[in-house]
């Protein structure tokens, strides 16, 4: 069966440090990636996704940036944080052409 | 990419059925409905997926008119852990092409009370 790891559950970061979130995908391949981050009580935004490996599109400009290294493995970063990246970032996969899509548990990220 | 509109809120009471409506005027032939259900601090968790009349399973009913304009979930005798935000989302997932049907609107907050 497939699951989706994404650690860490929680990160409380500076502002100006940098960020890096990964996220993993076991039992499949080729499965196309997301990172979306969601501010309290508001809605999903789509951050980036990923159609293969070194395939990255960004849905809303800002200083973060992913990259996936390998197949499975998608990586969300910043060199500097702000303020306004706290929030919850979910990490999602599916399969393409109307599939399934499943999320990973998440990552609060509170930047002080 | 159509573009959905869902009540921001709903209210309920444990036993009943519970119907949140979606209008996507502008859908495409090729896209498809897809109903999320989030609870707090969780990934979303998909739920129905159709295309066109009606399709169920063990968990809702999803509704979809000839026009397709509009659809509505179905959810049969709630209890007070359906409590959560419901996302309808409507587009292709095509492979190599973009992630338009992963676009997720702000949701329908469905609040159950005993």
């Known amino acids: 069966s497939q699951t989706i790891h994404q650690w860490p559950a929680t990160l409380v970061q500076p502002v100006g440090s940098p960020l890096s979130l990964e996220c993993t995908v076991e039992?499949?391949?080729?499965?196309?990636l997301y990172w979306y981050r969601q501010a309290a009580g508001r809605g999903l935004q789509l951050l980036f996704y990923?159609?293969?490996?070194?395939?990255i599109s960004s849905e809303v400009p800002q200083n973060l940036s992913a990259s996936r290294p390998q197949d499975r493995q998608f990586i969300l970063s910043s060199k500097k944080l702000l303020l306004s990246d706290s929030g919850f970032y979910l990490c999602?996969?599916?399969?393409?052409?109307?599939?399934?899509?499943?999320f990973g548990q998440g990552t609060r990220l509170t930047v002080v | 990419l159509a573009k959905t509109t869902q009540p921001i809120s709903m209210d309920s009471y444990e036993g009943q059925e519970v119907n949140i409506t979606c209008s996507h005027n502008?859908?495409?032939?090729?896209?498809?409905i897809t109903w999320y259900q989030q609870f707090p601090s969780q990934g979303p968790r998909f739920i129905i997926q159709?295309?066109?009349t009606k399709v169920t399973n063990e968990v809702a009913s999803l509704f979809i008119p000839a026009d397709r304009k509009s659809s509505t979930l179905s959810l049969p005798r709630v209890s007070l852990s359906d409590t959560a935000v419901y996302y309808c989302?409507?587009?292709?997932?095509?492979?190599?092409?973009?992630?338009?049907?992963?676009?997720f609107g702000k949701g329908t907050h469905l609040i159950i009370q005993p």
């Open positions: 999602a996969w599916d399969r393409g052409l109307n599939t399934e899509a499943f």
């Open positions: 039992g499949t391949s080729n499965p196309n």
């Open positions: 990923s159609v293969g490996i070194g395939q």
């Open positions: 502008n859908i495409a032939t090729n896209d498809y």
């Open positions: 159709g295309y066109k």
């Open positions: 989302l409507v587009g292709v997932i095509a492979s190599g092409g973009g992630a338009d049907g992963l676009t």
